[in-house]
């Protein structure tokens, strides 16, 4: 059984691209669709589908890489808030990430987020994860 499955997602994500896979099956959770629905308006991912195999629902990622040496869409994906140790932060305080180059997730009582419209919307949350 799997605690935290954003650091599971990422770490999925992570192994699929260092192994140059196309495809990555991820277990569909509020949160995993929330940040893999982030990754495909970002340009990260090329897309992704809902896989149903009984009760089970899982997330097929369709991974991006560029050029003919097929380099993958995200370069790092690092997690911030862990279940050991949360990390909270409020809207004046949201970093920029690699100079606005790359994203911020933060899950926000208005639901999950880049960091860029938490800043927008002038609201603070738990910041989940960097990516770029």
């Given at each position: 059984m799997i605690n935290d499955k954003i650091s599971d997602l990422l770490t999925?994500?992570?192994n699929a691209n260092n192994a140059k896979h196309q495809l990555v099956e991820v277990?569909?959770?509020k949160m995993t669709h929330g940040i893999?629905?982030?990754?495909e308006e970002e340009g990260y991912?090329?897309?992704f589908e809902?896989?149903?195999?009984?009760n089970q629902i899982s997330i097929l990622i369709i991974l991006k890489y560029l050029g003919k040496e097929k380099k993958p869409g995200i370069t790092k994906l690092e997690r911030i808030s862990k279940p050991g140790m949360r990390v909270y932060t409020n809207s004046k305080q949201i970093p920029d990430?690699?100079?606005k180059l790359g994203?911020?997730?933060i899950s926000t009582s208005k639901g999950v987020m880049t960091?860029?419209?938490?800043?927008?919307?002038k609201i603070g949350g738990e910041f989940l994860c960097k990516i770029y």
């Open positions: 999925r994500i992570r277990p569909c959770t893999v629905e982030i990754l991912i090329k897309s809902y896989l149903q195999e009984g990430i690699l100079g994203i911020g997730i960091t860029i419209a938490a800043k927008n919307l």
